[in-house]
């Protein structure tokens, strides 16, 4: 059996969720099943423009074909046709107007899909809002497994995402509730789908006491990891925060991980330490009181099931329902709908170390059961498996 | 032993935690009560009116000023409980204000949950629409098929008529020549 993984960008400097995703479901099942990866040569989200070469290369063990961007994406010209598409009535081709625009606009991968699709016996797509999942599963819609990594976008609601969603073999999912809201849109409950969801890696070794002593950083602090940006909730996080620190006068931190692409208000209990390799990381994961999640749009929160990994509680954004699935599924964290949800919340959390200290171990127990690595592998495989037999 | 069922004071309210069975709903409905019913906060005054009432010094104040000011305030200090005792109605406007600040809070709280339960029903009524639009689609579709087998129905029908035409004019035709032959054979 081989399988051909098909992603919008693959790369060791890649941090993107669904990228990331990719390189670890492929370098994981490498170990079971010959498997190569068909990408662009991009390395930029907002533009596409190609970065790598063309051609073939090998990463951590996986073999890499690059097929060059067309042309790059105009990031004003696919923000006015996403709008008027958005707000106004529009045509299908108005919509694959769009799909053009937002790339990766790759046509020799398409096209090496089209000539070459039926040397693979499956061909997993990941990320199904881009150029390259819907041209490719219209390709080999008999091979094609989706993986689709949604979030409730807007854009999902388009009319070209729902005759996708009926298309592909099999479906991959990140959540329980990503494939209630697929299905509702497409009424593909013919579709064979798994819930899956992605394995995280966690260090052999990490202490609270290294981190602290390399960044300064005293007494309790929760802690928040990811892209600082709007679309994660980052601004209603720093206002709830510092009105949370003004109201309770509590002593408690907020540590902040992560490239920003918004301003970090100026506050003495507010650190931001910027992007942290891996193992810093999770030292400071160790220390944390809990993880706070604030994002409004999670397919499957990466970070959270870190947090839960190292047994650490997790308070997230309840207008998020795959968050708040997830906390309720693994009894591992609480979620706030607003301020005061969020006091209330953060307050017990902060307060009750007993309680701190069981969700910590339900969101273990919770990773076990479904996120290590032996579960994600073993599902995959046996999608792949079920295929088959039902050839 | 320890009772597993506490109660964790959190000011003056109270959640009850099973800790045997850790339930983050129940811990959720327990934490929106106490949100939802939530006082609002003391204003916090202080004592000191002078600290109360004095502008924050800003950075960039001139010695001069903070000078001035400093010597404003010890010429006052004696008039403070007065101060004080004029500044009492204005706290309880403040509290009332609040207060009716917390109802409007309350009933803002009341239209966002109506609101939050209109979205879902619309939410609802957008997956009918699009359900019954592809209905329509696929009965659109219908229509144009049978349309074309209608159509295809009638060429046939046309051709067939044709056939029987040329059929009857043979027929016609052999009749014609058996009387023709017969005639001949006769004479």
């Keep these: ?391 | 032993m320890d009772n597993p069922k506490q109660t964790e004071k959190q000011g003056v309210e109270a959640i009850t935690i099973d800790y045997d069975r850790v339930d983050v709903a129940e811990i959720m409905d327990q934490i929106k009560k106490i949100s939802a019913s939530a006082p609002p906060e003391e204003a916090n005054f202080s004592n000191d009116v002078s600290s109360s009432f004095a502008p924050a010094a800003s950075p960039g104040a001139s010695g001069i000023k903070d000078k001035i000011r400093a010597w404003m305030t010890s010429l006052i200090r004696p008039f403070f409980p007065l101060i004080r005792f004029i500044g009492l109605p204005l706290h309880q406007d403040i509290r009332a204000t609040q207060e009716s600040l917390h109802e409007t809070n309350k009933r803002l709280d009341k239209l966002t949950e109506m609101f939050f339960r209109l979205e879902e029903k619309l939410d609802r009524a957008d997956r009918d629409l699009n359900t019954s639009m592809e209905y329509i689609r696929l009965l659109h579709n219908l229509d144009h098929n049978l349309v074309v087998e209608l159509t295809k129905l009638k060429i046939e029908a046309d051709t067939l008529k044709g056939k029987f035409r040329i059929l009857e004019k043979d027929q016609d035709q052999l009749q014609r020549r058996e009387r023709t032959l017969e005639d001949k054979m006769i004479q």
């Excluded at chain 1, 290369?57 to 790059?72: A, L």
């Excluded at chain 1, 990490?206 to 994660?232: L, M, Q, S, V, W």
């Excluded at chain 1, 970070?303 to 708040?324: F, I, Q, S, T, Y």
């Excluded at chain 1, 307050?347 to 076990?368: D, H, S």
């Design chain 1, 1 to 391: 059996m081989t399988v051909a993984f098909v992603v919008q960008r693959y790369g060791l400097e890649i941090n993107g969720g669904a990228e990331l995703h990719c390189r670890w479901v492929a370098e994981h099942m490498l170990r079971h099943i010959p498997l190569e990866v068909l990408t662009s040569c991009a390395l930029d989200y907002i533009t596409w423009r190609n970065h790598y070469p063309e051609g073939e290369e090998i990463i951590n063990g996986v073999r890499v074909r690059r097929f060059p961007v067309s042309r790059p994406r105009v990031p004003e010209k696919f923000g006015r046709i996403q709008n008027r598409i958005l707000e106004h009535e529009h045509r299908e081709k108005d919509e694959l107007a769009w799909l053009e625009e937002e790339g990766p606009t790759s046509h020799k991968l398409i096209h090496f899909l089209r000539k070459n699709g039926g040397a693979y016996d499956y061909v997993i797509f990941f990320s199904y809002r881009y150029y390259h999942s819907y041209w490719g599963i219209r390709s080999i819609p008999e091979k094609s497994i989706l993986v689709p990594t949604a979030e409730h976008d807007p854009v999902i609601h388009l009319k070209i995402f729902k005759d996708l969603f009926r298309m592909p073999r099999a479906f991959v999912y990140n959540s329980e509730e990503e494939r209630a809201m697929i299905q509702g849109l497409s009424q593909n409950q013919n579709i064979p789908g798994l819930v899956v969801g992605v394995g995280t890696e966690v260090p052999s070794s990490f202490t609270a006491e290294r981190f602290r002593r390399k960044h300064g950083i005293a007494g309790p602090y929760i802690i928040y990891i990811g892209r600082i940006d709007e679309n994660k909730g980052c601004p209603q996080l720093f206002d709830f925060f510092l009105r949370f620190k003004r109201e309770t006068r509590s002593e408690v931190k907020l540590v902040l991980i992560g490239n920003t692409v918004l301003r970090v208000p100026s506050h003495p209990d507010l650190c931001h330490l910027g992007f942290l390799p891996e193992e810093d990381k999770f030292d400071a994961l160790s220390g944390a009181e809990l993880l706070i999640m604030p994002s409004f749009y999670e397919s499957l929160s990466m970070v959270v099931l870190e947090a839960w990994a190292l047994g650490r509680p997790v308070l997230a954004n309840a207008k998020c329902d795959v968050l708040k699935g997830q906390c309720r599924r693994s009894n591992g964290g609480l979620y706030y709908e607003n301020y005061g949800e969020f006091r209330e919340a953060l307050t017990l959390l902060l307060e009750t170390p007993r309680l701190r200290a069981a969700l910590g171990e339900n969101g273990l127990r919770y990773y076990q059961t479904h996120y290590t690595w032996d579960i994600v592998e073993g599902k995959y495989l046996a999608i792949l498996n079920q295929l088959g037999a039902d050839r």
